[in-house]
């Protein structure tokens, strides 16, 4: 995801996409675990991911303030 698509959309709409993001961390984790994960290098894209949408609902909760 880029953080200019993600600026475009609302609070409510990244809270739904930062869910999504956790939901696949947990997976990807636990098939990191038990050897399934054959993709590492989406790990880490989705951490990226998840940090990138985390700034910006702080950056539009502090502009509504």
Avoid: W
Wanted: hydrophobic letters at 35%.
């Amino acid at each position: 995801m880029k953080a200019e698509d993600l600026r475009t959309k609302s609070a409510d709409e990244l809270k739904e996409s930062l869910l999504g993001l956790r939901k696949e961390q947990l997976n990807l984790r636990f098939r990191q675990a038990s050897g399934q994960l054959e993709d590492t290098a989406r790990v880490r894209q989705v951490r990226r991911s998840i940090a990138r949408i985390k700034t910006i609902l702080r950056d539009k909760l502090q502009a509504a303030s």
